[in-house]
């Protein structure tokens, strides 16, 4: 190779360096997406944010304190529940300082590291499922009935989860022992938000004042053309019947501290002015997530459950389920969920018993509450503290909360109509959720057996000290 050529060489290879220190640098400071400096992809729970690092890592050289921050950001509620066998100050605790050693259960990341997909188990686990014996390796002295049992079984289906054990301790089992299949009353909360405006503090009552508003009484403003079906969907809502008019969702701010615009295209922020806590909900999980680190709405082209193709450009805000000026809640509870996923289980639904149930309620045939709809188990009615003098029923449209592991959704939706026994059965059953609960439970569960029997043994300790 002579002196020209690797002059052109160099030439060329200074040139790339250039470009690529450029490009890298762009990346690094100007550009929003920065997955090129990722370490490897996401876990399913975090795969929508990828291009919003800051939303976890906020310090160019997060360290962990950092990143345990964000994860307390999110999810610091999930660990604030009744019944949490395994909160922080039990291993800030000086007597658990060598457990410490095996398992710094204080850092999130112990547990959930992203970016390891070889590592990563359910629910973004990356330890070793049997991760249980450095703290439990004298169980079966203290738990005569858990004698024999190996560890990578304490996670398994209806028997322990590290951060939310609320269905599964003992007390709760023993609780809703011998219970039905199905219970004798089985229908769901009312829901209750128009019945509590008056208590709810923030609701802008001197904007909307509760009154049902006429054909005429639509505030559109000059030169905008209000299509006649819109205009006819708007009146037979619940808020034209609440005061609610054209301008309370079209008149919006774009920005904190700016004048309130006209615009066409709504979009959650105005749902929040008087729904501010079912979007501070939906932006909790998988798909408003995106939406709270101010990222443009997920499209189920982006997600990683089968979807049906061709809706692989919509967006997933408010209006994704609550058509625009409908708002009819009864078609977002099924139809707002079937129109996109096209998974097993979703493709199910309408053979099932569930459907069959939500089918008489829609006909009149069944009691309010009575129906089963896709809303009804992942984005529940539950009792949720609004402040700190009031609750309501609210429809909980972050349907991470009772997702995954599915044992979350035992009290906020299954023991509304089925025993405790009969639920964990049913929820432990893979094949039994993929064809959506057509027929009976084929995995037994023996967590009911093993609280059964810690009572009867508490039972007759009590009976022997007496005796004595």
Request: glycine share 8%; charged share 20%; aromatic share 6%.
């Amino acid at each position: 190779m002579d002196k020209k050529q690797r002059r052109a060489l160099v030439g060329l290879w200074l040139v790339f360096t250039l470009a690529l220190v450029g490009w890298l640098s762009y990346s690094m400071f100007k550009s929003e997406d920065k997955t090129v400096f990722m370490p490897g992809p996401l876990t399913g729970g975090h795969h929508q944010i990828g291009v919003a690092c800051t939303a976890c890592h906020t310090d160019p050289l997060t360290s962990g304190e950092v990143i345990q921050q964000a994860c307390v950001n999110c999810h610091g509620e999930d660990r604030k529940k009744p019944v949490d066998s395994h909160p922080r100050a039990k291993f800030t605790d000086p007597r658990n300082a060598d457990t410490l050693e095996n398992i710094d259960a204080r850092q999130c990341i112990t547990c959930h590291t992203e970016h390891q997909p070889d590592m990563t188990g359910n629910n973004g686990l990356t330890q070793p499922v049997d991760f249980c014996v450095h703290c439990h390796r004298d169980i079966g002295d203290d738990r005569p009935s858990h004698q024999g049992m190996a560890f990578d079984t304490c996670n398994s289906a209806g028997c322990h989860n590290f951060h939310n054990n609320r269905a599964l301790y003992t007390d709760f089992l023993i609780k809703h022992l011998h219970e039905p299949d199905l219970l004798v009353s089985r229908t769901l909360p009312a829901r209750e938000f128009a019945d509590v405006l008056g208590e709810i503090v923030d609701y802008p009552a001197d904007r909307y004042p509760v009154t049902p508003l006429a054909d005429g009484d639509a505030d559109v403003p000059q030169g905008v053309q209000l299509a006649a079906a819109d205009h006819g969907d708007w009146l037979e809502t619940a808020h034209a019947n609440a005061g609610v008019n054209c301008s309370a969702c079209h008149l919006v701010a774009p920005a904190e501290n700016e004048k309130p615009e006209w615009t066409d295209t709504p979009d959650h922020r105005a749902c929040a002015q008087c729904h501010s806590l079912e979007v501070a909900r939906f932006q909790r999980g998988k798909h408003g997530m995106r939406l709270a680190v101010d990222l443009p709405p997920m499209t189920t082209g982006e997600a990683r459950l089968p979807m049906k193709p061709e809706t692989a450009h919509e967006q997933l805000g408010c209006n994704g389920c609550h058509s625009a000026h409908r708002f009819d809640t009864r078609a977002a509870a099924v139809e707002g969920c079937l129109g996109c996923h096209a998974d097993n289980h979703s493709l199910a639904y309408k053979d099932s018993p569930h459907y069959a149930l939500w089918q008489k309620e829609l006909n009149g045939e069944g009691e309010p509450g009575s129906g089963v709809s896709c809303a009804s188990c992942h984005m529940p009615r539950v009792n949720f503290d609004v402040n700190d003098w009031m609750s309501r029923i609210l429809v909980d449209h972050n349907q991470n909360a009772t997702l995954s592991p599915n044992e979350k959704m035992i009290r906020p939706a299954c023991l509304h109509c089925h025993g405790l026994g009969y639920t964990l059965d049913a929820l432990a059953d893979p094949a039994l959720i993929e064809n959506n609960f057509r027929g009976m439970p084929a995995v037994h569960v023996k967590s009911m057996a093993l609280a059964e029997a810690d009572l009867k043994r508490a039972e007759a300790e009590r009976a022997g000290s007496g005796a004595d």
